[in-house]
Nanobody, 113 residues
Framework: QVQFVESGGGLVQPGGSLRLSCVAS????????MAWYRQAPGKQRELVAH??????TFADSMKGRFTISRDNAKNTVYLQMSSLEPEDTAVYYC????????WGKGTLVTVSS
């Protein structure tokens, strides 16, 4: 069974940093393109970044502020976020890219003073 378990979210002030983690199971992790997505209140889910064996791709608005990495031995993908802005407030999810049907519960990131 495919499962994604995200963690690491929380409340952070503008300009702050957070590191999100996601453990995946039920997939061939090392061979999968892994991705972070986010869904802000009232908006559609959007792709934040993905990481393959060949490289990393970020959405333009996150370039220079977010870093995605993976540990294939731990079936874990990370999202290091810095210089956070209120507009980054969202529930963050991981999945493959393209995404599987199963989504995790996500982890809520709230950027507010």
């Amino acid at each position: 069974q495919v499962q994604f378990v995200e963690s690491g979210g929380g409340l952070v002030q503008p300009g702050g940093s957070l590191r999100l983690s996601c453990v995946a199971s039920g997939i061939r992790f090392s061979m999968s393109t892994m991705a972070w997505y986010r869904q802000a209140p009232g908006k559609q889910r959007e792709l934040v970044a993905h990481i393959t064996g060949g490289g990393i791709t970020f959405a333009d608005s996150m370039k220079g502020r977010f870093t995605i990495s993976r540990d294939n031995a731990k079936n874990t993908v990370y999202l290091q976020m810095s210089s956070l802005e209120p507009e980054d407030t969202a529930v963050y999810y991981c999945n493959t890219n393209p995404p599987r049907e199963n989504w995790g519960k996500g982890t809520l990131v709230t950027v507010s003073s």
